[in-house]
């Protein structure tokens, strides 16, 4: 049973390229969270997905924006990239109707802007 | 704003000793508390805690909650190397979509 899936693994990018990042959740999961994690800090809670719609959603700038498919499959995009935005983006999935508040995060992607 | 503090930030125990992790919430409509290792990348589960002053255990760690002074401890007992990793305590409210507020981490170094 596959758990939490995250693809690139790792990537470099420039100030103000674009960057987007996906996330299969575990089988049997429906709803996708997305965190930062900043060197040395805990994650910080970007948003979540369930149906298809953003319903909650951390202190973070619109260039963050995200999708999720009808597979439950995410994405994560964020635009005008800047230095401050290196950092490992951690994906997490649960079963929301369940009310599990016990997520599985996947590895996460690591995010280096230059 | 809801705030989640650990400590200590850092730890560095021999092997076989005995070690207690703090966390300190300040959390409206306080729910539940976690706990996760992560020792690369991926955080994994140790503990969910909900009421207060029932210890949760397994093995050689265990974890408890007092709801009353916005607190709970991991203790980890006869440590190894390979408990060596970074301890993360969170927090989720009562209400909302299971969004998690997380403290900075301790990041725990075990010595042969």
């Known amino acids: 049973d596959a758990g939490v899936t995250q693809s690139p693994t790792h990537l470099i990018k420039t100030r103000g390229q674009q960057v987007t990042l996906r996330c299969s959740p575990k089988?049997?999961?429906?709803?996708v969270s997305w965190y930062q994690q900043a060197l040395g800090q805990g994650p910080q809670f970007i948003f979540q997905?369930?149906?298809?719609?953003?319903?909650q959603r951390g202190n973070f700038p619109d260039r963050f924006s995200g999708h999720q498919f009808p597979n439950y499959s995410s994405e994560l995009n964020v635009n005008a990239l800047l230095l401050g935005d290196s950092a490992l983006y951690l994906c997490?999935?649960?079963?929301?109707?369940?009310?599990?508040?016990?997520?599985?995060f996947g590895a996460g992607s690591r995010l280096t802007v230059l | 704003e809801d705030k989640v503090v650990q400590s200590p930030l850092s730890l560095v125990v021999h092997e076989g000793d005995t070690v207690t992790l703090n966390c300190s919430y300040e959390?409206?409509?306080?729910?539940?508390l976690l706990w996760y290792k992560q020792e690369k990348k991926a955080p994994t589960f140790l503990f969910m805690l909900?009421?207060?002053?029932i210890e949760k255990k397994s093995g050689r760690l265990s974890s408890i909650l007092d709801k009353k002074e916005l607190f709970s401890i991991l203790n980890i007992t006869a440590t190894q190397t390979g408990d060596s990793a970074i301890y993360l305590c969170a927090v989720i409210h009562s209400f909302g979509a299971q969004k998690l507020v997380f403290g900075q981490g301790t990041r725990l170094t075990i010595n042969p």
């Open positions: 909900t009421s207060s002053g």
């Open positions: 089988s049997g999961h429906d709803t």
């Open positions: 997490a999935s649960s079963f929301r109707g369940a009310g599990a508040n016990v997520l599985t």
């Open positions: 959390v409206t409509n306080f729910r539940s």
């Open positions: 997905y369930y149906e298809e719609e953003e319903r």
